[in-house]
């Protein structure tokens, strides 16, 4: 799918596909960035998940059983 960057007044950019508006008023930077993000999601089998996953805090119970076993923390 061709990525199209359109200059718009005030030195912003509008991102299109085909299939639709992506960005409508962005800086040139960002819609570069939009652009290659586009082209990765197309040409690869990465996707976008978003922000990595924080790690789950231990419970009340898992600590108190590393606690008995020797642990000190």
């Not at 939009?34 to 231990?58: C, F, I, Y």
């Not at 008995?68 to 923390?73: A, D, E, H, P, V």
């Amino acid at each position: 799918m061709p990525v199209k960057l359109t200059k718009l007044k005030g030195g912003k950019v509008k991102v299109s596909t085909p299939s639709g508006t992506k960005a409508k008023a962005t800086t040139p930077e960002k819609a570069e960035a939009q652009r290659n993000l586009l082209n990765a999601v197309e040409h690869s089998d990465w996707r976008p998940t978003g922000k990595k996953k924080k790690p789950s805090k231990m419970t009340f119970k898992e600590h108190k059983d590393l606690r008995k076993s020797g642990w000190k923390g």
